[in-house]
């Protein structure tokens, strides 16, 4: 059965900083890996979507990889903004049916 | 574009009441989807529609909550009867296909179960 673990839980970084956000996963045999922000009171927006044979993904000041042998991924965050401070969920589909396996979330507070 | 609409926004209930949640998914999406957000957690998928036929409903607790997506468009989550753990953000999520498509989320019903 998959498990997806994100640690730390909560995160508070001064602005400017540079930080990274861990998932892991139990089993490698995953189709792809997303990660997502929540903010409080709404839906979950998708940043990155890596496919199981990419190694990682950019957009903006946003970068993911996974490592499907160790069964982990990070999502580093560059130059930090107090816009930034949301919940980052990461989420690994294990077929092409598209359902998620979800963790726990880090929950980002950026302070100016 | 318009997003995944979902009504209401919030729900309080008392134990043993029904209820009944709303999902309009973005025009084209074959795709939809019912998660569960419990405080604290990850999204959990309770069903998976493609198109007005259910993918997985594995995790669906079926001695009380029901799915329907008729016409394969709108779709519809009832639980009957609540109990207290079902406190949680019940989300709506659609894609153009399943498998490598992008999820698109809703912004939640908040349901309280006192």
């Known amino acids: 059965k998959q498990e997806v673990t994100q640690i730390p839980a909560a995160l508070s970084v001064p602005e400017g900083e540079n930080l990274v956000l861990n998932c892991s996963f139990t089993?490698?045999?995953?189709?792809?890996l997303q990660w997502f922000r929540q903010d409080p009171g709404k839906g979950l927006t998708s940043l990155l979507l890596?496919?199981?044979?990419?190694r990682e993904q950019t957009s903006g000041r946003l970068n993911a990889s996974l490592d499907k042998s160790s069964g982990r991924s990070t999502l580093y965050i560059a130059a930090s903004q107090p816009g930034d401070s949301a919940t980052y969920l990461c989420?690994?589909?294990?077929?092409?049916?598209?359902?998620?396996?979800f963790g726990q979330g880090t929950t980002l507070q950026v302070k100016p | 574009e318009a997003g995944v609409a979902q009504s209401p926004r919030y729900k309080i209930i008392e134990k043993r009441q029904s209820v009944a949640f709303w999902c309009n998914p973005i025009?084209?999406?074959?795709?939809l989807y019912w998660y569960q957000q419990i405080l604290g957690q990850g999204p959990k998928l309770l069903i998976q529609f493609q198109n007005n036929g259910v993918v997985d409903d594995s995790q669906l607790p079926k001695d009380r909550f029901s799915a329907e997506r008729l016409k394969g468009v709108d779709s519809t989550l009832k639980i009957q009867p609540a109990k207290l753990e079902d406190s949680a953000v019940y989300l709506c999520?659609?894609?153009?296909?399943?498998?490598?498509?992008?999820?698109?989320f809703g912004p939640g019903t908040r349901l309280t179960v006192l």
């Open positions: 989420a690994v589909s294990g077929g092409n049916t598209g359902k998620l396996i």
């Open positions: 890596i496919q199981s044979s990419q």
């Open positions: 999520a659609s894609s153009l296909t399943s498998g490598v498509d992008t999820q698109y």
């Open positions: 025009s084209g999406h074959a795709t």
């Open positions: 089993d490698s045999a995953i189709y792809n």
